[in-house]
């Protein structure tokens, strides 16, 4: 099983809701993954799980949450969004992580259409 | 981390042979390159990876030369179906991937 499933695959939201994008994965990896991909850019990374620590997190506004309850599963707590917070996210993971050298190839999944309204 | 430079968008027909080419002119010794095939409203999916001279897998073939200083990504024969964007990418940034800006390629009948 090579797959990673994230729900909901569409959400609209108000900026005064709180809801939360689920990610999940049975591949065995240890690095867990969130990216926010807005229309015509590329994949920007947000998080990084490794081991089920949070080992990277790129300066992301603290209205975005990150968990990773189990070595499976990574949520993404949403609250007091704002409309430009409206984009795809991404979910991957990876067998492991390195900091130089070949690369684990990161499996992602379709992703989450978010609506910030 | 090496900044990669590929071409915006690119056009083919069906059965030929596509060639991307990425510049990344300030790659380091340890890094590899890596490209990414990503489809409207799909995730990103591997296709290749590579260090030196070529590398070929069931999907492409992956071209770098001596300096590294670039790479070539062959599609041979594609289809209809491979119409996406294509990303390259070039190293590491302290364990992360950062995604260039992709070449879009579309492939008509």
């Known amino acids: 099983d090579t797959e990673v499933t994230q729900t909901p695959k569409h959400l609209v939201m108000g900026m005064t809701n709180k809801k939360s994008l689920k990610c999940e994965q049975h591949m065995g990896h240890r690095a867990m993954y969130w990216y926010k991909q807005k229309a015509k850019k590329p994949p920007e990374l947000m998080f990084v799980?490794?081991?089920?620590?949070?080992?990277i997190n790129e300066s992301v506004p603290s209205r975005f949450s990150p968990e990773c309850p189990n070595s499976s599963l990574l949520n993404l707590h949403l609250h007091a969004l704002q409309p430009e917070d409206s984009a795809l996210y991404l979910c991957a993971s990876s067998q492991g992580g390195r900091v130089q050298g070949p690369t684990y190839e990161q499996y992602f999944g379709p992703g989450t259409r978010l609506t910030v309204t | 981390l090496a900044k990669t430079t590929q071409p915006i968008s690119m056009d083919s027909y069906e059965g030929q042979e596509v060639n991307i080419t990425c510049s990344h002119n300030?790659?380091?010794?340890?890094?590899?390159i890596t490209w990414y095939q990503q489809f409207p409203s799909q995730g990103p999916r591997f296709i290749i990876q590579?260090?030196?001279t070529k590398v070929t897998n069931e999907v492409a073939s992956l071209f770098i030369p001596a300096d590294r200083k670039s790479s070539t990504l062959s599609l041979p024969r594609v289809s209809l179906s491979d119409t996406a964007v294509y990303y390259c990418?070039?190293?590491?940034?302290?364990?992360?991937?950062?995604f260039g800006q992709g070449t879009e390629l579309s492939v008509k009948p």
């Open positions: 990418l070039a190293g590491l940034q302290g364990g992360k991937l950062i």
């Open positions: 799980y490794s081991y089920e620590k949070l080992s």
């Open positions: 590579g260090y030196k």
């Open positions: 300030n790659i380091a010794t340890n890094d590899y």
